[in-house]
């Protein structure tokens, strides 16, 4: 309203303001020196060619043109988005396959561009994920609708492929029923068996033999069923590997009360303690 009252028109050219007309009214002068800071603070605005509307003239709002005497296009990325979207679903089977063979071309260099700029890409998903949760889910929804029989498919041969691997996302599943925490990952899983030499750390029986009879149990050193306000839940410093018998022996009893019953008071500070430098090594993998 004070711009437009003494005759202005913020625009992206707001810093060229003559001065010398200014100064041809006293009363004009006084009211844009005192305008002045917030004129060369304020962000410059570029009107887009298209919507014909006004955006902060920046890479975020408008794609970089070298050619352009501000650097950016003349259209705002909305307005660019748009024909773009139309000739994909018009072409989409010849801009997949155009983007197929490039990346095929180029597959050292997309991989050095995505080394480079690992967390941009990542913060950029991180925003678009939460700007389009539902329609994520959704399509996601329909997805899992339309390719039940695949999807099972491909669940099953990569579980026999990657039994460890497997184990760790049957734990993460059983603590996200209960809203427990769930970052155990397939990694952290190969870590502890490797800690322990693939021997249970209760036992020390063997984990694994010739002719994969044995298998290791992926156990909640807490139960994922105890009902405390503490549970730790699914996470590194909370899972162990154990053999059958212990992880059958120990179920959902409290570890204390559990080597207790099985091995007696002498040696439960024993494995205590062998189990407690594991968790405090498990705790600094992860804060590297």
Same mark, same amino acid.
């Given at each position: 309203m004070i711009a437009s009252a003494i005759g202005l028109c913020y625009t992206e050219s707001i810093r060229e303001i003559s001065y010398e007309a200014m100064m041809m009214d006293t009363q004009r002068w006084e009211i844009v020196s005192w305008l002045e800071p917030w004129l060369y603070t304020r962000e410059a605005l570029k009107r887009c060619s298209r919507c014909k509307q006004e955006w902060p003239a920046t890479?975020?709002?408008?794609?970089?043109?070298?050619?352009?005497?501000?650097?950016?296009?003349?259209?705002?990325?909305k307005c660019a988005a748009e024909?773009?979207?139309?000739?994909? @679903?018009a072409n989409r089977e010849k801009v997949v396959e155009s983007n197929r063979e490039y990346r095929e071309a180029n597959r050292e260099? +997309?991989?050095?561009?995505?080394?480079?700029?690992?967390?941009?890409i990542a913060e950029r998903k991180r925003e678009y994920r939460e700007a389009n949760r539902e329609q994520i889910a959704e399509y996601d929804r329909q997805y899992r609708e339309a390719n039940r029989e695949q999807i099972a498919e491909t669940d099953r041969q990569y579980r026999e492929a990657n039994p460890e691997r497997g184990r760790a996302a049957s734990a993460r599943r059983r603590a996200r029923q209960r809203g427990l925490p769930d970052t155990f990952t397939g990694e952290q899983w190969i870590q502890c068996l490797e800690y322990f030499n693939y021997c249970c750390p209760v036992c020390d029986n063997q984990l694994r033999d010739l002719f994969g009879n044995v298998k290791p149990h992926?156990?909640?050193? +807490?139960? +994922?069923?105890? @009902?405390?306000?503490?549970?730790?839940?699914?996470?590194?410093?909370?899972?162990?590997?154990?053999?059958n018998d212990c992880n059958q022996s120990k179920w959902a009893t409290m570890p204390d @009360?559990?080597? =207790?019953? =099985?091995?007696?008071?002498?040696?439960? =500070?024993?494995?205590s303690a062998r189990i407690a430098v594991y968790f405090e090594w498990t705790t600094a993998q992860c804060r590297e």
């Open positions: 890479a975020e709002y408008f794609h970089r043109k070298k050619t352009s005497t501000d650097g950016l296009d003349s259209g705002c990325k024909p773009a979207r139309e000739y994909y @679903e260099q +997309i991989a050095e561009h995505k080394r480079a700029n690992r967390e941009h992926a156990d909640h050193w +807490i139960a +994922i069923s105890y @009902e405390g306000d503490d549970n730790p839940g699914t996470v590194a410093t909370n899972m162990i590997c154990l053999c @009360e559990w080597l =207790k019953q =099985k091995f007696g008071t002498r040696k439960v =500070k024993q494995i």
